[in-house]
């Protein structure tokens, strides 16, 4: 078993990719995306809540050895514990899944006193997938936005790599934005329908304070 653990707010096309890197292994079987749940909802999309699990059954649609599981564990590492501890198969392998990116293959370090006697754990980390080059072209022709673009502001991190907080912060602009719109495409799976995820990120849809602002007086 392949564990996926993330809080995956929202998934991106970088986390599918991880999926499709385990599914290729021929000694994985199924690969299991473990979703933790947040204790507080910090990171919304213009004050909107992200339904990540709703997200990932549309990338993983057709793929019968791919399960998408919620955890009630608060970070994706208690999330790991839980799972090697309590949920995992009988006599099962369990494969860490992780990317090579930053400080991803030192989470789990402290898995050993967790897991169960009959549950064998590796860690196998996952080369790092990159935005195209079309997309960091686009980016990088729109100053307005790239100025804004997390990724860029933090300077641990690159415009290169595919992270949520990006693709957050696009999805808000995304509404008013066509060309923050054409890049939040960008993050999503290619056999993926965009215009049905960009409806589960809210995109086009008015938040609940500007519902009220905009309600007639009388």
């Not at 909107?48 to 997200?55: C, E, K, V």
């Not at 754990?121 to 960091?136: A, K, L, M, N, T």
Request: charged share 25%; proline share 7%; with cysteine.
């Amino acid at each position: 078993v392949a564990l996926l653990p993330g809080s995956f707010r929202p998934p991106t096309k970088g986390h599918y990719g991880m999926v499709q890197h385990y599914l290729s292994d021929p000694s994985v079987d199924e690969v299991v995306v473990y979703v933790s749940s947040p204790k507080e909802e910090k990171r919304t999309i213009a004050g909107r809540s992200i339904d990540p699990i709703q997200i990932w059954n549309q990338y993983v649609s057709g793929l019968e050895n791919v399960h998408i599981l919620k955890s009630d564990s608060p970070s994706p590492v208690t999330a790991v514990y839980e799972f090697i501890s309590e949920a995992a198969p009988q006599n099962a392998v369990v494969i860490l899944g992780c990317s090579e990116k930053g400080a991803d293959p030192s989470r789990f370090q402290s898995y050993e006193k967790y897991k169960r006697e009959d549950v064998d754990v590796e860690s196998i980390s996952c080369p790092v997938i990159r935005h195209d080059p079309e997309y960091i072209n686009l980016l990088s022709s729109n100053e307005e936005i790239l100025q804004n673009m997390p990724s860029f502001v933090g300077s641990d991190k690159s415009i290169e790599d595919i992270h949520a907080s990006d693709m957050r912060y696009l999805a808000g602009l995304a509404s008013d934005n066509d060309v923050a719109k054409e890049l939040l495409g960008y993050f999503i799976p290619e056999n993926v329908n965009k215009e049905s995820i960009f409806s589960l990120l809210g995109v086009g849809k008015e938040s609940v304070q500007e519902k009220k602002t905009n309600m007639p007086l009388f």
